[in-house]
């Protein structure tokens, strides 16, 4: 760890790899279990998967917050009430008040969720990418939290709601393509699985969900379900409703055409299984999605529904991450059991030391 951050010129990465050579150092002297070993890479992998869940999970927990009205149920940051980090009676409804507290408790299980995924990577000392892409999971809760005491104080005026959410899909995005790059062994060489055309069409097909995403909070900014029903219409974004959902609706069919674009192409190269599994995940969801916005339109946006598309777009971002990750892989390998040489010298060394 000190070698590499030695080796560095960039000054921002320089810092970054001192932290982890810190955090891995302190590790190494007062981490648990003890002896500290590296964890395998299925260890891993699954800490990273159980990461990516609760990612998704808390924006399911938010939508809830949302339709029922319970987003200033805390109604101040980071306390609850003021004066106290816990409901208050009297303050505020009794179930809107447990139910924003109880979204906000999440995030406490979240960033565990992400400390042990980092520690993980930290302790197997994988290559530098992936400790990136944990550590910005744990950085983007931070942030995410602060973006969520700004939107209770400023009475979730809805672009505020919109930027809260829309860096929760990024993190779900970043964290399914750690599910991916932690199970390939470090000393491994990074390999195309796609011709440059089909990287492309993935790049496009990520670039157009993008879209879908931030047209589809300013549907909900436009739309009925404001999160507190102290507020009021005018405070809301004013477009017409049915404008903003035809224009979300275009970009969802320009998403879903060039993933299936993407899937032909897949096809017509008989690309790996798994490229293959992904893309028809991607596109399965789409199309669950397209019939949820469709049903909303048509039933008036009821509240069961809003928690449902939420979830599903963490879904379907999450998918289109595990995808954009297959355009290329670390291959050739022979760290199979830590994912680094150094962690499975060091697991060797426990076993026989035990052993003798």
Request: aromatic content about 8%; proline content about 5%.
């Amino acid at each position: 760890m000190k070698q590499r951050a030695a080796e560095e010129s960039n000054p921002f990465a320089k810092a970054l790899l001192k932290l982890y050579a810190f955090v891995y150092a302190a590790d190494r002297k007062y981490g648990f279990p003890r002896p500290v070993t590296a964890p395998t890479i299925h260890r891993q992998r699954l800490f990273a998967i159980i990461l990516l869940a609760c990612q998704t999970g808390i924006t399911f927990t938010g939508a809830l917050v949302r339709v029922t009205g319970s987003g200033l149920g805390c109604s101040t940051w980071p306390q609850c009430q003021p004066g106290s980090l816990f409901p208050v009676a009297g303050s505020a409804p009794w179930v809107h008040q447990i139910i924003e507290f109880g979204n906000r408790t999440l995030t406490f299980v979240l960033s565990i969720a992400a400390l042990v995924c980092f520690i993980s990577v930290v302790r197997a000392a994988r290559r530098t990418p992936i400790l990136h892409l944990a550590f910005i999971q744990g950085i983007g809760i931070i942030v995410q939290a602060v973006l969520g005491g700004i939107t209770v104080h400023m009475d979730l005026m809805w672009w505020t709601v919109a930027l809260h959410f829309l860096p929760s899909m990024l993190l779900v995005f970043l964290a399914a393509k750690l599910v991916v790059r932690i199970g390939e062994p470090d000393d491994g060489e990074m390999q195309p699985l796609m011709p440059r055309a089909l990287r492309l069409l993935t790049d496009g097909s990520s670039v157009s969900l993008a879209i879908v995403l931030i047209t589809g909070t300013m549907v909900t900014g436009a739309g009925p379900h404001a999160g507190d029903e102290a507020i009021l219409p005018e405070h809301r974004l004013q477009v017409p409703l049915i404008d903003m959902a035809h224009v979300h609706a275009g970009f969802m069919y320009l998403y879903l055409g060039l993933t299936i674009g993407l899937l032909a192409g897949v096809f017509a190269l008989n690309l790996e299984h798994r490229i293959k599994t992904a893309a028809y995940w991607v596109i399965g969801a789409i199309i669950l999605q397209a019939a949820i916005g469709i049903m909303q339109y048509w039933l008036g946006v009821p509240r069961w529904s809003v928690p449902l598309h939420v979830i599903g777009s963490g879904l379907t971002t999450a998918a289109t991450g595990f995808l954009w990750a297959l355009k290329s892989r670390y291959s050739g390998g022979n760290a199979s059991h830590t994912g680094t040489t150094t962690g499975d010298s060091q697991r060797h060394e426990a076993v026989n030391a035990k052993d003798g």
